[in-house]
């Protein structure tokens, strides 16, 4: 299949290859076909390497998609573009220090060196942790700041005020700040009084009072200030106007002492980091920049010809700034769109890309104050406006665009001429203009989701595109429910359960208020002596009421399986053989549990936090709502539930846009950190301690900053960007739900909101969705759960990873290990349904293949399976998933895949196959059942004689006791 010729302005955008160029790149108009293509054009230069021309994406995901595109429109293969500076801002960063910046440090004050081992820290989790450990002992060696700690509820958000000032370029030396870095943190009071003034206005003409006069009347409001705090009366003034004398009297504050800590803290930090041999993302980009505005020969020798920079709405000050520094020539050519400008949480500004002509004189400017760094004339830019639409119709690109003028709350006012004046309309190229875009609501707003779904899937009057370009009848597989919070999506994955609506929840998860994290957390409560929230939790979790859970806890008389389960935990020396068997009897196997255990693991390994520790910093993350990457599978044709933010850059023929209400879009609260930095007016402190100050300690609000807050408007238009690109990512349909009380949003948008009764009934999924494969089995009263791998030995398993680490003796599958099992395993699911599977096979895939079209019977694919058993009296279940089974009129097998070469091995994959084959046994008692082994990496495969229920009771009553032993 041959690309598509690029249309008119594409065709401008890659064949203008020199100068300064700003694309205005919407929603859907080919903006990665047109950039790859512009890239090819200019690598097939004659005088032009690869390595003459710098890419920038924001995600690896994105640098390897450009890299594979180019492929095919320049001379260079993979091979040669395998080391061009395609790549994120961070990579780019750490190649740049890696080889030329070990002394980089020395610039700020910090004799510590950047080493070839400092590694990276991805995980926020991690360093959350490690900014903890750092700030509990900063806390403790500077006692002149007691008071700042005092007002500070949580000082670890002082990591979030250091990354943001990072983005923005602020960074301190040993002395202060670094070049011009604390006129940020004084703020601008003239930038200031032109927002006061505007909001100071009187409105209607003068009869009525100001927006800030108003916002002003509920000053003092749920507060306590300190004595010298003015009353309402004389901060409101008279008539319909503030006094205007107060602009400069809540600007003007002393805040030497709190720049003193900022930096002490952001400098100790720095270089606690160095020490600890660690950099995160902040740090990287900060020591690159600071390296490359100091070190001029350096800078002259990494230049780049060409410049460009991709979804540059996304980019923070200092990529802005780092971008004109590695700029070597005019070639700088910026791709974007303000419309999807919606990271400012992650220090994204947008300002970058709507005042790029402004941002680009003053910034080079700044950086050529005492020496030429940016040689290049800033002037002229051609602008290049990509209008034509892939993805959607047009009723969907004009309802998008309207989204951008309408309030987001009651008090928003829009700028609609400035958004007029900047909004570049789309064009759809769509070859179908069938389009449903309607509202509902209802008091089950969640039931109303489902029963929407469930009306729209197989309708006509929602028929979406298919591959052919003519128009079918939805699936499940076409809806994606969009949320602005993951509270909902997750509420709305559960009720789905209920109700047998096949549907994944895919992206962010707040990670330690899952039941896997608070499970863990309960029995290393138990360990920790923690005795009564422990038990209470694990108590409940088994079953017991609440009158008996408290008889226990005030007898101690746990149960005895229960008492004899802690004493094995106990018996374990690691906190991931803790965690690993609490998740094995309980039966976590997925990917939550996973991304538990690693991230504990990893900040366990990070830090020299105790278990103790590692509680308390559970419980932290609980209450904060420390939130991680979770992806589990949709499966076949199953509804995607995503946040707005993770939808970014992605399609669906029908989206429902969740959760239109008050409070919810936009989220209501969120108040900040005590400690804040704002434009234009700088470092604020919002609490401070008196020890005396009404004759108590107290920790007091501060008057000053609470009515610059009132003066700084909230960011509602970052909340209509993401209105919009929520109603971009739907191609066909765009429905809109809300519970009692639908948000301004839907009020003003033009759609008539439907009051519905949702109606839905639970229904057995079909032959196409994934089905749980089970015996009926009671409730158990006790943590009495295990999978087959919590029956096996360990230590089998560990002989084998020693044998693969001995002179490469080991398999391919051996080497790569639990990833590349996880990659044979996706791809033997997909084949089996039938899905298509882009990209080469390795062996292990080949084999599968192959062994799947051999297959003539019903296939089912991934099977969760539940064995009940009784052992000693008391109820045991072994839950595990079966990877195929395959179904004959006369019969059925059961085939799980291995990648290992199994033989040392298979007495305990028995074990496993074991439980499957009684399993399917129940569920087919009319016909025949085999169980085998299919060894992917020699394409040998094995039959198993099943183990009988007695024998599995035995490994039940061994694994329990510690005594297990392998089957012959």
Not at 213 to 235: F, H, V
Not at 322 to 348: E, H, P, R
Request: glycine share 8%; hydrophobic share 35%; with cysteine.
């Amino acid at each position: 299949m041959t690309d598509p010729e690029p249309n008119a302005r594409q065709r401008e955008l890659i064949e203008s290859t020199d100068g300064i160029h700003l694309v205005d790149a919407g929603a859907g108009t080919g903006k990665t076909f047109a950039v790859t293509r512009r890239y090819a054009n200019i690598v097939s230069q004659d005088d032009v390497e690869p390595e003459d021309v710098l890419l920038v994406t924001f995600t690896t995901n994105a640098a390897a998609e450009m890299k594979e595109r180019i492929v095919g429109h320049c001379p260079y293969g993979m091979r040669e573009l395998a080391d061009a500076p395609i790549r994120t801002f961070h990579s780019l960063c750490h190649d740049l220090l890696e080889e030329h910046g070990h002394a980089a440090p020395t610039h700020l004050g910090i004799d510590d060196r950047i080493t070839g081992s400092t590694r990276i820290v991805e995980d926020e989790l991690v360093e959350d942790a490690l900014f903890g450990e750092f700030i509990d002992r900063f806390s403790d060696d500077h006692p002149e700041y007691d008071d700042l700690f005092r007002a500070l509820s949580n000082p670890s958000e002082l990591l979030g005020l250091i990354n943001q000032l990072a983005a923005k370029g602020v960074f301190p030396d040993a002395d202060g700040w670094y070049r011009d870095g604390e006129r940020h943190l004084d703020g601008d009071f003239e930038a200031f009084k032109r927002q006061f003034d505007e909001l100071n206005e009187p409105r209607n003409g003068g009869r009525k009072q100001s927006v800030l006069r108003s916002k002003l009347g509920r000053y003092g409001r749920n507060k306590t200030y300190l004595p010298d705090a003015p009353e309402k009366s004389e901060i409101r003034g008279n008539g319909k106007q503030v006094p205007d004398e107060l602009a400069r009297r809540v600007f003007e504050a002393d805040r030497e002492e709190l720049k003193r800590f900022v930096h002490d803290v952001y400098h100790g930090y720095l270089r606690f980091a160095l020490r600890r041999n660690y950099l995160n993302f902040g740090m990287l980009q900060l020591f690159a920049f600071v390296l490359l505005r100091e070190n001029h020969e350096l800078r002259d020798d990494v230049a780049f010809e060409y410049v460009m920079i991709d979804e540059f709405q996304d980019s923070s000050e200092i990529q802005f700034k780092l971008a004109l520094l590695l700029a070597g020539t005019n070639n700088v050519c910026v791709v974007g769109d303000w419309k999807q400008s919606i990271y400012g949480f992650q220090y994204a500004d947008v300002d970058n890309i709507v005042e790029f002509e402004d941002r680009l004189d003053r910034f080079v400017e700044q950086l050529n104050d005492d020496h030429e760094r940016v040689s290049f004339p800033t002037s002229p830019v051609t602008t290049i406006e990509l209008v034509e639409n892939y993805r959607s119709t047009q009723a969907i690109l004009d309802f998008s665009e309207h989204g951008l003028r309408v309030p987001a709350a009651n008090r928003d006012d829009v700028d609609v001429e400035t958004v007029d004046d900047r909004i570049v309309s789309l064009e759809s190229n769509a070859d179908h203009e069938n389009t449903t875009i309607e509202a509902i609501r209802s008091d089950e707003e969640q039931e109303a989701v489902l029963a929407k779904i469930r009306e729209i899937v197989g309708n006509e009057d929602y028929r979406v595109e298919n591959e052919d370009g003519d128009l079918r009848a939805p699936q499940y597989g076409d809806v994606a429910v969009l949320t602005r919070t993951r509270d909902f999506g997750r509420e709305l994955l559960g009720t789905a359960e209920e109700y047998g609506l096949p549907m994944a929840y895919e992206g962010g998860i707040e990670l330690f208020r899952t039941d896997q994290a608070k499970l863990l957390l309960a029995w290393l409560r138990i360990l920790e002596d923690d005795v009564d929230r422990g038990w209470a939790v694990v108590l409940e979790r088994a079953g017991y009421p609440i009158d008996e859970v408290d008889a226990i806890l005030e007898r101690e008389s746990y149960p005895e399986n229960m008492a004899a389960f802690r004493e094995e935990l106990r018996s374990l020396e690691t906190l991931g053989g803790v965690a690993r068997r609490v998740f094995a009897r309980y039966g976590y196997d997925g990917p939550t549990a996973d991304v538990v255990l690693h991230t504990l693991q990893s900040v366990h390994d990070a830090t020299t936090r105790t278990r103790g520790d590692l509680v308390r910093f559970i419980e932290r993350g609980i209450e904060a709502g420390s939130t991680h990457e979770v992806h589990a599978g949709a499966g076949t044709n199953s509804v995607t539930v995503r946040t707005i933010h993770a939808t970014k850059g992605l399609e669906h023929p029908i989206v429902i846009l969740a959760n239109m209400n008050r409070g919810r879009f936009p989220p209501s609260g969120g108040g900040g950190g005590v400690i804040t930095y704002d434009d234009p007016v700088g470092l604020r402190q919002r609490k401070r301690f008196s020890a005396d100050a009404h004759g108590m300690p107290h920790v007091y609000d501060d008057w000053r900053t609470d009515v610059l807050r009132k003066c700084l408007p909230r960011n509602y238009d970052e909340e209509r960007r993401l209105l919009y690109v929520a109603i971009t990512r739907a191609e066909s349909h765009v429905v809109f739900t809300a519970g009692d009380e639908p948000n301004t949003f839907l009020e003003e948008l033009p759609v008539e909101i439907e009051s519905v009764t949702p109606d839905v009934t639970r229904r057995a999924p079909g032959p196409s969705e994934r089905t749980a494969l089970q015996v009926e089995m009671p409730v158990p009263e006790g943590p009495r759960g295990h999978t087959p791998h919590t029956l096996m030995r360990d230590d089998v398993f560990e002989a084998a990873e020693d044998v693969s680490a001995d002179a490469n003796r080991g398999t391919e599958a051996d080497r790569r290990g639990t990833a590349f099992g996880s990659r044979v395993h996706e791809f033997a699911e997909a084949y089996a349904l039938g899905e298509t599977v882009e990209g080469p096979r390795n062996g292990d895939e080949e084999t599968v293949a192959r062994f799947i079209d051999g297959l003539d019977g019903e296939l089912l694919v991934e099977e969760d399976a539940h064995l009940p058993l009784t052992v000693d009296g008391e109820r045991v279940t072994v839950s595990g998933v079966i990877d195929l089974v395959h179904v004959t009129p006369d019969r059925v097998e059961v085939v799980d895949y291995k990648t290992d070469d199994g033989r040392r091995a298979e007495p305990e994959y028995r074990k496993q196959l074991s439980v499957y084959h009684h399993v399917v046994s129940a569920a087919y008692p009319d016909r025949e059942v085999d169980a085998s082994i299919l060894y992917t990496g020699v394409g040998v495969r094995r039959s198993i004689d099943p183990l009988s229920l007695d024998r599995i009771r035995g490994i039940v009553r061994e694994a329990e006791t510690g005594s297990r032993r392998s089957d012959d």
